[in-house]
């Protein structure tokens, strides 16, 4: 069964302390993989798409990348106000949908 | 700057009792999204729309239905609601397949 799987599902950071997000795959067929963030009682926020194996995406201190069976989203020198909930979700070639993990919570203390 | 609008924002009901969800955008997109949102489970779809007067069942659609009459909105219903639709509801939108979707701030629905 495909399935999307985001790891660690709560990560604690002091401000400035780098880190990764990890999104795992085990899908056929891959059209695209999306980043969003989201903040409590607030709908997800775009953030990046990739849609094939080495590709880069960067946005101020985050950075998205993909191989062929999983996504990482890099964070460096975080700061607080990127404490968030961070999904994950892939295109399949079939249908419409995004499939989206469980998300990882991120908390950045100062 | 609008973007999507979701309608009511919490909403409380009893078993049985039937309500609709109204997911309005100003984006002139023409796919739109109904998911729920549960504790421990990612967004999971609903249904969706790939124009005016279509609609698919996505992952989840067993007790609800919707209807797209106009492009700019997207209506969920429930018939008779069960506690195990409580859940957050969010709407989202894009302009063709494959382009980020934009969503809502959500429905928050309690069923008692």
């Known amino acids: 069964e495909d399935q999307v799987t985001q790891s660690p599902e709560a990560l604690r950071l002091q401000e400035g302390e780098s880190s990764s997000l990890n999104c795992s795959y085990t899908v056929s067929g891959l059209r695209g993989l999306f980043w969003y963030r989201q903040d409590p009682g607030k709908g997800p926020e775009f953030l990046f798409t990739l849609y094939s194996a080495g590709e880069e995406k960067e946005k101020e201190r985050l950075k998205a990348t993909l191989t062929k069976k999983e996504s990482f989203l890099h964070i460096t020198a975080p700061k607080p106000e990127d404490s968030a909930t961070y999904l994950c979700a892939v295109r399949l070639n079939s249908g419409y949908a995004l499939n989206f993990g469980k998300g990882t919570s991120l908390l950045v203390t100062p | 700057n609008a973007g999507v609008t979701q309608t009511p924002k919490f909403r409380v009901l009893k078993t049985g009792q039937s309500m609709t969800l109204l997911c309005a955008q100003d984006m002139n997109h023409e796919y739109m999204y109904w998911y729920r949102q549960d504790p421990g489970m990612g967004l999971r779809l609903i249904h969706y729309?790939?124009?005016?007067?279509?609609?698919a069942k996505g992952e989840v659609p067993d007790g609800y239905n919707v209807s797209r009459l106009k492009k700019q909105n997207f209506l969920l219903g429930l018939e008779s609601a069960a506690p195990s639709q409580t859940s957050v509801y969010f709407c989202?939108?894009?302009?063709?397949?494959?382009?980020?979707?934009?969503f809502g701030d959500g429905t928050r629905l309690s069923i008692l």
């Open positions: 729309s790939v124009g005016e007067g279509t609609t």
């Open positions: 989202a939108s894009n302009d063709r397949d494959l382009q980020p979707q934009h």
